[in-house]
């Protein structure tokens, strides 16, 4: 059985008159362990469809066909309260951006220890001891001392290591990380996807990577599904994707990727044009 297994799902905005088809029948699957990568432009709704497996689309949000099965039980079928029971605890998200994530009068501390105050019957003490040991296992320096800190005090490629410790730590099956290094410089971003690595191959979480950076889920992931407008257009292995693109729309993305050749083209077209002017 699949970890994860999305059957012609279909999600629409009905805030507009006709309602706006946000996702059309896009089916997928994850298998346990397993980092899937969907990319896509900004607007293609890859964004949408990984919400839609939390539970967390907004209110106008409908979804009027589709599957959402996660070890064989349909979370679209599922009450609130066995849906609250799932969100945190088997399934865990990493959200964009750090920074208005993570409620800025909450200290790191109770932020990381949230989920098992949900979820388990955990001691303060024992809350504190697993949390503490989480963020030091996403490579935080100093988890005592952060640990009393405000998300502002903070770095961001520190909040986002938060993020990470924060849905990681009552142990989920399945990590959505939402473009968790968008708003990183290089050198950050490299470190968080090394961390992810780690994470998928010592606790063998499964992670579903959403990005429009090409460059990062050829680094990061097994399989990739390419979306445009709502619409999976194609899908398989990184390999046979990247190497030999079947859709149109996959080969103008991955012609967008810049290049060492590319970034030298256009230092000596702008070196030019700075000479003629």
Not at 49 to 77: C, W, Y
Not at 129 to 158: F, I, R, T, W
Request: hydrophobic share 40%; aromatic share 4%.
């Amino acid at each position: 059985m699949a970890l994860l297994e999305i059957k012609n799902l279909a999600i629409e905005f009905h805030d507009t008159v006709p309602p706006t088809k946000i996702v059309e029948n896009i089916s997928f699957s994850m298998e346990e362990g397993e980092i899937l990568g969907i990319v896509g432009e900004s607007g293609s709704g890859k964004t949408q469809t990984a919400l839609s497996v939390m539970g967390l689309l907004g209110e106008h949000a409908k979804m009027p066909r589709g599957e959402i099965l996660f070890q064989g039980r349909d979370i679209l079928k599922m009450q609130k309260e066995e849906l609250w029971k799932i969100r945190g605890r088997e399934i865990g998200i990493i959200f964009q951006e750090p920074m208005t994530s993570l409620n800025p009068v909450m200290t790191i501390g109770e932020q990381v220890e949230e989920a098992m105050r949900i979820h388990s019957h955990f001691s303060t003490r024992e809350r504190k001891e697993k949390a503490l040991q989480m963020m030091k296992n996403v490579e935080l320096p100093d988890p005592e001392l952060l640990y009393g800190k405000y998300p502002h005090q903070l770095s961001g490629g520190m909040r986002q290591r938060v993020m990470i410790a924060a849905a990681l730590v009552m142990g989920p099956k399945l990590l959505i990380a939402d473009e968790p290094t968008t708003a990183l410089d290089v050198t950050i971003q490299a470190q968080i996807l090394k961390l992810l690595q780690k994470i998928n191959r010592e606790q063998g979480t499964a992670i579903l990577f959403i990005s429009h950076d090409l460059g990062v889920i050829r680094h990061l992931c097994s399989r990739v599904i390419v979306m445009n407008r709502g619409k999976a257009v194609e899908q398989g292995s990184v390999q046979e994707i990247f190497e030999h693109p079947s859709m149109e729309y996959t080969k103008k993305l991955l012609a967008a990727i810049p290049t060492r050749r590319t970034s030298l083209r256009r230092r000596s077209a702008a070196k030019q044009e700075r000479g003629g002017a």
